[in-house]
């Protein structure tokens, strides 16, 4: 990676367009830091923020063979950003208003014949999920969300230490919660808390 420590944004593009893991690592401890900066800025949030860089990264990753830039990487790199935050705050609003949404059905009372079922719908999608995950991910994060074990109790029980139990459930929710939104999301929420 040292080789393209001192290489210019283009000739780091022409390298990971090429397929070079070391010149996409430095593009990315290169520009991070900056824009989670500019993602902080707008978004007020530390976690979101890093959530959008990491998108934006992502993105880039899955462009690699396709992608032509008209300028600079650093523009195309912060337009990204920008795009993501947009959406991000787009997404929350659709999300702040189905919970307003549900919150209003429930206060006036219009719930009860309704929940069971709708409970039942997102317990089985839920379910559906979970089972779509790699297996080792899937046994510890049942035993964890089902079992109810600590992580101490799941890295004996499997003879791995709590800090790949952490990691394992962490990956999971990651798979998991964008898989859950609109009108269900608040309740997804409530069966993923507390975190142990």
């Known amino acids: 990676m040292k080789k393209h420590l001192h290489d210019s944004d283009l000739e780091l593009l022409s390298e990971f367009k090429m397929g070079s893991p070391a010149a996409f690592k430095v593009i990315y401890e290169r520009y991070w830091q900056l824009l989670y900066v500019a993602a902080c800025k707008v978004l007020k949030d530390e976690d979101e923020a890093e959530d959008v860089v990491q998108e934006v990264f992502v993105s880039l990753l899955n462009k690699r063979d396709s992608l032509e830039l008209s300028g600079a990487l650093s523009s195309y790199l912060f337009t990204s950003v920008r795009y993501k935050v947009f959406d991000f705050i787009s997404r929350k609003k659709v999300?702040?208003?189905?919970?307003?949404?549900?919150?209003?059905?429930?206060?006036?009372?219009?719930?009860?014949?309704?929940?069971?079922?709708?409970?039942?719908?997102?317990?089985?999608?839920?379910?559906?999920?979970?089972?779509?995950?790699?297996?080792?991910?899937?046994?510890?994060?049942?035993?964890?969300?089902?079992?109810?074990?600590?992580?101490?109790e799941i890295a004996t029980a499997l003879n791995i230490s709590d800090k790949t139990v952490k990691k394992q459930i962490s990956n999971a929710l990651k798979l998991l919660k964008p898989r859950f939104t609109n009108y269900y999301l608040w309740m997804f929420s409530f069966f993923f808390w507390p975190f142990r």
Do not use: W
Request: aromatic share 6%.
């Open 95 to 152: 999300r702040l208003s189905y919970e307003e949404s549900i919150n209003q059905y429930v206060i006036q009372g219009n719930c009860n014949t309704d929940q069971a079922l709708i409970e039942k719908e997102i317990n089985a999608t839920m379910e559906q999920e979970i089972q779509n995950l790699p297996k080792k991910m899937k046994e510890v994060f049942e035993l964890s969300r089902k079992s109810e074990l600590s992580h101490k």
